[in-house]
């Protein structure tokens, strides 16, 4: 296994490992490319890198080829070639500790938040509301903290809204807020979610975020996929906003830690463009001061896209490790960019890095690293060193039993339904509460899937709960840092 102290990323020109120390991993970084010049493999090389440290990773699996972590590789051919090519390499085939996660929970365990945590900022966000549509959201949130209403789902929402309607004087001084059109125009958006999916991501029992901190029987760290194949085609918001709800919580739930031998976390922003394309200033800010601060916390975040363009100045000049895979320049725009690239590394006298960014071969790579004190290396022309886990897909049979024998199943599977907004509201109104479909249990073994069940689901559900209620108060406490950074009062 290689040295858990080091980032290796592949050989230089010399032969010799372009490394990068671990303790400096919290300096984010980048890993870019055009299409098919081999970004989902030295995501997968790096992905192995930090779980091997014992790190546990989060990476969004676009492409649906990520999964190959699960699955011990068999290098032949021209990956086979550049093994020998590294003899200090250590390289051994195996597979690595895989967790698979999906909103929808037909390819992974589900994965979900509730509205309460994700706030009304970033839920704004997500429904592409207009400053008027914002405030009666915001309003709505309002209300919901003073009564004591939970929203945990889309129907919590609807039931609110459809309350402060009949009853507008519960807005008190935020009544004139609440017209016709903006509420309906929020209702029109939550319904749209709706079709695209999306209510799969709201509702219980909640991802804690130890669990996607976890490491194996061997010390390596677990590593978190989520299946966004479908997802960034059809509903890319989710995507996008999902991913800074994540960050956003690690950063208002983790402690200090300060300077470490290695970080806590690493996550991997697979399509990091979409973090930032519509997304309003304000927002936008608060994510640029998020990235900041969360190095102390322990993290590492590395944006995966096809040109560092893609993502805004202030976040380019806090990643350390930098990753360039080869780009095409056509057009006099493009050329322009590439320009830009070029001079985001620090110049290396053995070569014209302008003109090695359009001659790099699949699987080559500019690569900045940072020197101990933190300050830029010159740039170095590098070959990834290959991944030890598969390149490539995980067949269906080969998922299922990776999502079967995981330390996590049957704790997300069976979603909950506990009382909040929507069951208080009815119940006022004194109408019958419908309640939640469940799934028949079939009666062979009965006895031990409800044992399982209240173990797992409903476990979540009171952890869930318990944690909401104890962190209320710390919430309030922090909440002169994170209003500025994220809006709003968070349940």
Request: aromatic share 4%; hydrophobic share 40%.
């Amino acid at each position: 296994m290689s040295d858990s102290s080091q980032i290796v990323v592949g050989a230089g020109d010399d032969g010799q490992p372009v490394a990068q120390a671990m303790r400096l991993a919290n300096r984010h970084g980048l890993v870019a490319g055009a299409t098919g010049t081999g970004k989902t493999v030295t995501l997968q090389r790096l992905a192995e890198v930090f779980s091997d440290a014992g790190i546990p990773v989060f990476a969004a699996d676009i492409k649906g080829d990520l999964c190959g972590l699960g699955a011990a590789g068999a290098p032949q051919g021209k990956v086979a070639e550049r093994i020998a090519d590294m003899p200090w390499l250590d390289h051994r085939p195996q597979a690595y500790p895989v967790t698979l996660w999906d909103i929808a929970g037909r390819s992974g365990h589900p994965l979900r938040t509730t509205l309460s945590e994700m706030g009304p900022l970033l839920l704004g966000n997500l429904l592409e509301l207009t400053d008027s549509q914002q405030a009666v959201l915001y309003a709505a949130f309002k209300v919901a903290d003073r009564e004591g209403l939970l929203l945990l789902d889309l129907k919590d929402l609807k039931a609110l809204l459809a309350h402060l309607k009949d009853n507008p004087q519960l807005l008190g001084e935020d009544r004139a807020l609440l017209t016709t059109s903006s509420t309906q125009a929020v209702l029109r958006r939550l319904a749209i979610l709706e079709q695209q999916g999306a209510e799969a991501l709201f509702g219980e029992p909640a991802v804690q975020l130890q669990d996607l901190m976890q490491v194996d029987a061997q010390g390596r760290g677990r590593i978190n996929l989520l299946d966004a194949s479908r997802l960034v085609h059809e509903a890319p918001k989710v995507y996008a906003t999902f991913l800074l709800w994540l960050l956003a919580e690690l950063f208002e739930q983790l402690p200090e830690r300060g300077d470490a031998d290695k970080p806590l976390l690493a996550l991997f922003f697979d399509e990091a463009h979409l973090l930032f394309n519509g997304t309003p200033k304000a927002l936008q800010d608060r994510l640029e001061q998020v990235v900041r601060l969360i190095r102390s916390k322990g993290v590492g975040v590395y944006f995966v896209t096809q040109s560092p363009s893609d993502l805004p100045d202030p976040v380019l000049a806090q990643l350390g490790l930098r990753i360039q895979h080869g780009l095409r320049a056509f057009t006099a725009r493009e050329q322009k960019a590439l320009r830009a690239v070029a001079d985001g590394f620090r110049p290396n006298p053995a070569f014209d890095t302008l003109a090695v960014l359009t001659e790099l071969g699949i699987g080559e790579a500019l690569v900045g690293t940072l020197q101990d004190k933190g300050t830029p290396e010159p740039v170095q022309r590098v070959r990834v060193a290959p991944p030890q886990s598969r390149i490539g897909p995980l067949s269906e049979a080969e998922r299922r039993a990776l999502i079967a024998g995981s330390p996590l199943a049957g704790r997300y599977d069976q979603p909950i339904d506990r009382e909040s907004a929507y069951e208080l509201l009815t119940q006022r109104k004194g109408e019958p509460v419908e309640p939640a479909p469940q799934p028949k249990a079939e009666q062979e073994g009965f006895a031990e899937k409800a044992g399982e069940f209240l173990q797992g689901a409903a476990g979540q559900a009171i952890k869930s709960a318990m944690r909401q209620a104890a962190n209320q108060l710390g919430r309030q406490l922090v909440r002169g840092l994170m209003g500025s950074l994220l809006g709003g009062r968070k349940r």
